[in-house]
């Protein structure tokens, strides 16, 4: 292609085709983490006290917990 050598060729076009192929898989293979997260959180939180808090108080600042 371009009067290019086939080695740079496949460099050049390979090595980008590799990491796209890398990060569909990595996204495919971690779209349930956040359910996971939900799980062990409500089991670790099991016997750590109460679980309701008091009415109207929210456990985390309305920003998602970001200062």
Request: aromatic content about 10%.
């Amino acid at each position: 292609m371009f009067g290019l050598p086939a080695a740079t060729v496949a460099i050049i076009f390979g090595i980008p085709a590799i990491w796209v192929i890398y990060t569909l898989v990595f996204v495919y293979l971690s779209r349930g983490w956040k359910a996971e997260d939900v799980a062990e959180d409500k089991l670790t939180a099991g016997g750590s006290g109460p679980t309701t808090s008091a009415p109207g108080h929210r456990s985390e600042p309305e920003n998602g917990g970001m200062a």
